[in-house]
């Protein structure tokens, strides 16, 4: 069974015990989350399709880790100007593992 999950304003497609990445959510970590925002469920038995959301429907996981990505480098360059900046940022996240998804 798996199901499409709208989470800090993304869309996940997660089975159970998968692990994803998400935008920063101020949990610690071991801590139970449970996602209500189910779009899609889809299984053997057939697909539910949501208008925005299915009925009834949610997703539980645990939080595994807290942390920073790899660095994104931002440059912008101008041609013949002498224009030349390079930012870069490392996004927050954290990573959780779907206990179970209902629906």
Same mark, same amino acid.
Request: glycine share 10%; no cysteine.
């Given at each position: 069974?798996?199901?499409?999950?709208?989470?800090?304003?993304?869309?996940?497609?997660?089975?159970?015990?998968?692990?994803?990445? /998400?935008?920063?959510?101020?949990?610690?970590?071991?801590?139970?989350?449970?996602?209500?925002?189910?779009?899609?469920?889809?299984?053997?038995?057939?697909?539910?399709?949501?208008?925005?959301?299915?009925?009834?429907?949610? /997703?539980?996981?645990?939080?595994?880790?807290?942390?920073?990505?790899?660095?994104?480098?931002?440059?912008?360059?101008?041609?013949?100007?002498?224009?030349?900046?390079?930012?870069g940022h490392r996004?927050?996240?954290?990573?959780?593992q779907i206990?179970?998804?209902?629906?």
């Amino acid at each position: 069974m798996y199901a499409i999950v709208e989470i800090a304003g993304k869309q996940f497609r997660v089975e159970k015990d998968m692990s994803i990445k /998400v935008p920063l959510m101020k949990k610690n970590v071991g801590d139970k989350v449970e996602f209500d925002r189910v779009l899609l469920v889809g299984g053997d038995k057939g697909t539910k399709i949501g208008r925005p959301l299915v009925e009834g429907a949610k /997703v539980k996981a645990k939080v595994i880790e807290n942390g920073r990505d790899k660095k994104i480098l931002v440059f912008k360059k101008k041609r013949r100007k002498g224009y030349r900046v390079l930012n870069g940022h490392r996004q927050h996240f954290t990573k959780i593992q779907i206990e179970k998804v209902s629906g």
